[in-house]
């Protein structure tokens, strides 16, 4: 299955690298060698993704990189709903800026190096491939007023990578929320409680929820709550950034 996905993801950065002239897609640099596509040996440093040093359960990163990979004491004690969780990094430095250019400096082609950062982050975890590929939800006016819902887009990506079609309308927001980095731990869950819905179109399969930022993971579990409920046979989650 692993040699699949490397056939797949080379093909698909073929792709890409033909649309982008062979550019760094970060920093714009002209490519010495197009193996290096989509990122100068540069770049790829400061976006390599997280291999070490952090929870595999919630993400949440350790002061050391280089450290084993163990659950953290929050997720010994009460496990998160859903089944595994694959992020690209920490919601820092060039992860940071690049999630942020392309959220609010409607730099859409950034949307084909996120889509391959998150490709790559997920093959990493090598967990099986899920049936579909839901995106985090926005409401439609909040849609309307940004252009597009970066969840949804890479969840898009993230299924042309996969060759798996993603089910835009598997998680709907039945109710608004308040933005959840102004809120702390316990209201961050309540804030989100019942504040989504899963259509009947997750029933028995196993889905892949994206989102491009995770904080406390209280949307994700809100989300996946929301596909369980609908009958999803399992739920892993996924986010391109996990904040600090
Ligand atoms: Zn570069
Ligand atoms: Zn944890």
């Not at 290096?36 to 993400?59: I, Q, T």
């Not at 042309?160 to 608004?176: E, H, I, T, W």
């Not at 904080?215 to 950034?241: I, K, P, Q, Y």
Request: a positive charge; charged letters at 20%; aromatic letters at 6%.
């Amino acid at each position: 299955m692993v040699g699949g996905f490397r056939v797949a993801a080379g093909r698909f950065l073929d792709a890409l690298a033909c649309l982008a002239g062979r550019r760094c897609q970060l920093c714009d640099a002209v490519l010495a060698d197009s193996r290096h596509f989509p990122l100068c040996p540069d770049c790829a440093g400061r976006l390599a993704p997280r291999r070490g040093g952090y929870c595999p359960e919630c993400g949440i990163c350790y002061a050391d990189p280089t450290a084993p990979v163990y659950p953290c004491l929050a997720c010994r004690m009460s496990p998160p709903p859903w089944s595994a969780l694959a992020f690209q990094g920490p919601y820092d430095g060039a992860l940071k800026e690049l999630v942020h250019r392309h959220k609010f400096g409607h730099e859409h082609g950034l949307g084909r190096l996120l889509a391959f950062l998150a490709g790559q982050a997920w093959a990493l975890r090598g967990l099986p491939r899920p049936d579909r590929i839901v995106p985090v939800p926005m409401l439609p006016a909040l849609v309307l007023r940004r252009g597009f819902n970066q969840s949804a887009e890479l969840a898009r990506m993230l299924g042309s990578f996969m060759s798996r079609a993603p089910l835009l309308d598997g998680l709907r927001k039945v109710r608004d929320t308040r933005t959840q980095s102004s809120l702390g731990r316990a209201a961050r869950r309540s804030n989100v409680s019942g504040a989504f819905a899963a259509s009947s179109g997750v029933q028995g399969l196993h889905i892949l929820i994206v989102d491009d930022v995770m904080t406390t993971g209280a949307t994700l579990a809100e989300c996946t709550r929301a596909c369980l409920a609908a009958g999803a046979s399992r739920v892993d989650v996924f986010a391109l950034a996990r904040a600090l």
